[in-house]
């Protein structure tokens, strides 16, 4: 046997050899070439029926993927049934890996609608007790008016894809209370009652913007909650965008190359008896970079998106804007109401000319609690409609607070995906690995960086071109990010983008400079264990796979002396085979 085949040996491991090495000789030989081992595994895997594995090698084996010179325990049958297995349990790991991102979109999405929602009902309550508290002779008309001023505003948020228009909304608000401050507050004795169908109700209606009873009030609130809500209208369609990216890419399929790939690495060892080797991390990241070259892809629109994400959230729960323009809602009708009061007898005489005279009849005074509070000066205070010591600040910005605390660590998520696949797949810490040809010390060809050009140096993946779905997503999450940012000059902007992928430089090349060669040291030092694919891994909120190592979230552990004798064992065997 080769000295390559062996790890280096310790005084201990100079006694055992001999030991080892007769209890492999003194194997009948027809336990050398069983299938046992293989059968075992094949069922543990639930690959497929025990009957397709023989029960010893054959030699004139027609295989398309795993083809070596010598005995194998696989037949074409089996070959197939490690594709599809290969296929599920790689998809699998991949969606394992994206549900938590996926979760997280989705659910802090919930979470800031559902806050919205409840910013949106305590502000209407607040509104209306303003009505029912002191202005009681227009609270029972006003009513529905507040509740589609509020409808509106919601459905701005909800529906990005609405044509509700916020100042619209807040102009059409403003229509309909002006004819009942005029009719209930400024002219009590006007024979109408304010509400629709009536010659002067329509006529202040229609001429409400002109006459500009309610002062700037009615202009400074349309503004101030268009801006707040703008943003975070924005916010709710890039969590929509990013949701929909998610699930595309969970759909993504993979080539025949990079089954062919996979299979090669994960089981072609089995038809030699090898089932408990291990690929070489180099190996691995190469497959993997391969097989997700086009969802690698995704890693620089992913960086912006995020970006934007951060963005946003900042502009919405950022010195409470969103929660203060809500909030403040009742105190700009209350002021707008009281200018309104304030400049009645001229604002009385304006309407006179613009919508005829007034027809007036007798009606017991009405008492405003407001009245004696009405100022001298157009500059009002609004202390006695301020908001209750419960109002919900604070709520979003907390909320920003938890969302940022892990978005961020899933910022380099596309292009650290390969890293963390191959984290419970590659050999740690032994002496020997699988490198898709055979057993060796250490994988010895060009490590490739992520992305499809990237690629044309990956000797075990071919690579023909970005998937056109994941390709298409590519696409819209950049003109996602490019109607963002012209719409809103500053959002997602940034100076320049670090950690551009682990492995590759920004070219996506990757030189001997850079330690793309494999060797037995650089093996090692691969980006499987780069401070990205931990940050991912592990700070973010993700139990790995089932049957995934643990590996990652400590040091390295001891070596397996188990482990080794069974793997000496089993290349006794092959040797066996060979000689036989």
Request: net charge negative; hydrophobic share 35%; charged share 20%.
């Amino acid at each position: 046997m080769s000295r390559a085949l062996l790890p280096p040996l310790t005084p201990c491991w100079t006694a055992l050899l001999p030991l080892l090495l007769a209890l492999a000789l003194s194997v009948p030989a027809s336990g050398a070439h069983s299938c046992r081992e293989v059968k075992t595994a094949f069922q543990l895997r639930q690959i497929g029926p025990l009957k397709w594995v023989p029960e010893t090698p054959g030699t004139d084996v027609d295989l398309l993927v795993c083809k070596h010179d010598g005995p194998s325990c696989c037949t074409r049958r089996m070959e197939e049934s490690y594709r599809v297995a290969v296929v599920k349990e790689t998809l699998q790991n991949i969606r394992s890996y994206s549900y938590d991102l996926k979760s997280l979109l989705s659910a802090h999405a919930a979470a800031f609608h559902d806050t919205y929602q409840s910013l949106f009902i305590f502000s209407q309550d607040h509104l209306s007790s303003l009505f029912e508290s002191i202005y009681a002779p227009l609270s029972g008309d006003i009513s529905l008016h507040i509740s589609a001023l509020f409808s509106d505003l919601s459905l701005f948020i909800r529906d990005p894809s609405s044509n509700v228009s916020v100042e619209a909304a807040v102009h059409r608000f403003y229509d309909n209370l002006f004819p009942l401050v005029y009719t209930r507050l400024i002219y009590p004795g006007a024979a109408v009652d304010g509400t629709e169908g009536d010659e002067l109700s329509d006529c202040l209606r229609m001429t409400r913007q002109d006459l500009n009873p309610f002062g700037r009030h009615a202009l400074a609130m349309s503004e101030e909650l268009g801006e707040s809500l703008r943003d975070a209208r924005a916010l709710s369609r890039a969590f929509a965008v990013g949701e929909e990216l998610m699930n595309g890419t969970e759909m993504a399929p993979l080539s025949r190359e990079c089954t062919r790939a996979l299979v090669r690495m994960q089981y072609c060892p089995h038809c030699r008896g090898l089932t408990l080797i291990r690929p070489c991390g180099a190996f691995c990241l190469n497959v993997m970079r391969g097989c997700l070259a086009s969802l690698s892809e995704l890693d620089m629109p992913w960086r912006q998106y995020v970006a934007i994400l951060e963005d946003l959230t900042k502009a919405v729960a950022g010195e409470h804007s969103l929660e203060l323009a809500l909030l403040g809602i009742r105190g700009r009708v209350n002021e707008a109401i009281l200018n309104a009061r304030l400049h009645g007898p001229s604002l009385a005489a304006t309407v006179d000319k613009v919508c005829g005279q007034t027809k007036t009849h007798s009606v017991e005074p009405t008492t405003i609690k407001t009245a004696s509070t009405v100022p001298d000066s157009p500059t009002l205070s609004t202390n006695q409609s301020s908001p209750p010591s419960s109002e919900p600040l604070g709520r979003l910005s907390h909320l920003r607070s938890e969302f940022m605390n892990y978005i961020g660590r899933y910022r380099a998520f596309f292009a650290a995906l390969p890293e963390m696949l191959c984290e419970g797949e590659v050999v740690r810490d032994e002496f020997s690995c699988w490198s898709g040809d055979g057993v060796v010390e250490s994988y010895a060809g060009r490590i490739v960086g992520n992305g499809v050009h990237a690629q044309r140096q990956n000797t075990e993946v071919r690579v023909r071109g970005a998937e056109p779905t994941l390709l298409e997503m590519k696409y819209r999450l950049e003109n996602f990010s490019q109607e963002i940012q012209e719409t809103m000059p500053g959002i997602g902007f940034r100076e320049t983008w670090e950690d551009l992928g682990s492995g590759e430089d920004a070219s996506g090349e990757c030189d001997d400079e850079d330690d793309c060669q494999g060797s037995g040291e650089s093996t090692s030092k691969i980006s499987l264990t780069d401070s990205t694919v931990t940050e991912v891994m592990w700070s973010a909120p993700h139990k790995p796979p089932v049957g995934r190592s643990n590996q990652g979230r400590s040091e390295a552990p001891p070596t397996r002396p188990t482990f080794t004798i069974l793997t000496i064992l089993t290349l006794s065997l092959g040797l066996q085979w060979t000689l036989n």
